[in-house]
């Protein structure tokens, strides 16, 4: 069975930090472009941040740069994404998903978690 789950959501004060992971099981995620989006109430779907199958691209949304790391472990089959320096404007559903390549469009990714609540507020 394919599935993919994240973890590490919660609620934090604004410069705190929070790391998600991404654990995949069914198959391997070495294998596999992972992005993570977010989705706040009332906003469009915004991929934060993807890393190629063998590490070698990565890329972060404009406003995360500089905060957010994309990293894979490979003997936990996962993909975290360090979150530092939170904002609340960085609250929001945070989902991972997989596909062949890294793609800016959510339509044409293959797999999903069910995501993880991220909560930045004092």
């Known amino acids: 069975q ?3 789950v994240e973890s ?6 604004p410069g705190g930090s929070l790391r998600l992971s991404c654990a995949a099981s069914g198959f ?5 472009a992972v992005a993570w989006f977010r989705q706040a109430p009332g906003k469009e779907r915004e991929r ?3 890393i190629s199958s063998g590490g070698g691209f990565i890329i972060y949304a404009d406003s995360v740069k500089g905060r957010f790391a994309i990293s894979r472990d490979s003997a936990k089959n996962t993909v975290d994404l360090q979150m530092n320096s939170l904002k609340p404007e960085d609250t929001a559903v945070y989902y991972c998903a997989t596909r062949r390549g ?8 293959d797999y999903w978690g069910q995501g993880t609540q991220v909560t930045v507020s004092s």
């Open 2 to 4: 394919v599935q993919l």
């Open 8 to 13: 590490g959501g919660g609620l934090v004060q």
């Open 28 to 32: 391997m995620l070495d294998y596999y």
């Open 48 to 50: 934060v941040s993807c």
């Open 102 to 109: 890294c793609n800016p469009n959510y339509r044409v990714y």
